[in-house]
């Protein structure tokens, strides 16, 4: 099969391109970035280097292809969040249209069942229903939940102030996943048959948050590690202190009010998988352990 991945080299792109790769499929990489092109080369992929803001590039490049894998990258720049999800998620229906492809798998996200309320995911819910009204495309949703990785921007927080936490309490359930199991998930649905549109869950861990913190605190030798529930108002002030934009910053508070809630799970638990992934929070413990030490 000749497929078309987005996301350049990123935490999920490189390990999905890498197994289509290894099962024998024709692997083409997108990348705004054309000192990406020999990373992406020495995949076994061929690179197309270009922006998903502009309809034209894309429909060359899906043209002739038989499926897509298709993410909405973060852009901590933009005025408008969603608008830019919105503006990205037409840029993609557009080209798919013209260039005549069928079959698209999209990263989306727990909670995008929503339309309001669940900070940058409500501009993923607008996608999904950009991509819904494309007629004759098979589409699969993975919606993936919080990323392991995102973990990696509390290590400041830990090595100053001892502490981990965010504007949720330490017995808040926070439902995770590996980037390495989205890529698993998304590289089974790219090499299979599936018909219509559908939504796929893949999730590799559930816990506490206090369950968090112990994990990651025996993994980094602090077994008292502490997980401290921060306001609203806190939690934004910190963020922009760390440099970042007030929009992202407004968008990741209203994130966290949808955890508190609980309402950022509700369709998962009427919908939940009969698989998941394989990565465990010890596991990734392991991998934080060796970040937070470098």
Known sequence: MKI?????????????????VAAGHNVTVISNNAD????IEALGAKAAIGSLAYADFLTDTFTGADAL???VPPNFGAESLRAYQIETGESYAEAIRRSGIKKVVMLSSIGAHLD?????????????GIFSKLDGVDIKFVRAPFFFTNFYGNINLIKHQGIIGSNYDADTRLIMVHPRDIAAAIAEELQHDFTGK????????????????????????KPELPWIEFTD???????????????MTRNFVEMGTAVRSAKIWEDYDKHRPTTSGKVTLQDFAKEFAVVYNA
């Open 116 to 128: 309001s309320g669940v900070g940058p995911i409500k501009g993923i819910h607008d996608v999904e």
């Open 69 to 71: 894998y298709a993410m």
């Open 36 to 39: 990406k092109t020999a990373e």
């Open 233 to 247: 108002e806190q939690l934004e002030a910190g963020l922009l202190q760390a440099g970042v934009p007030a929009e």
């Open 198 to 221: 559908g939504v796929r869950y893949i999730v590799s861990a559930e816990a506490t948050t206090s369950e968090v913190a112990a994990t990651l605190g025996q993994a980094i030798g």
């Open 4 to 20: 078309i991945v987005t996301g350049s080299t990123g935490n999920i792109s490189k390990p999905l391109t890498q197994t289509l």
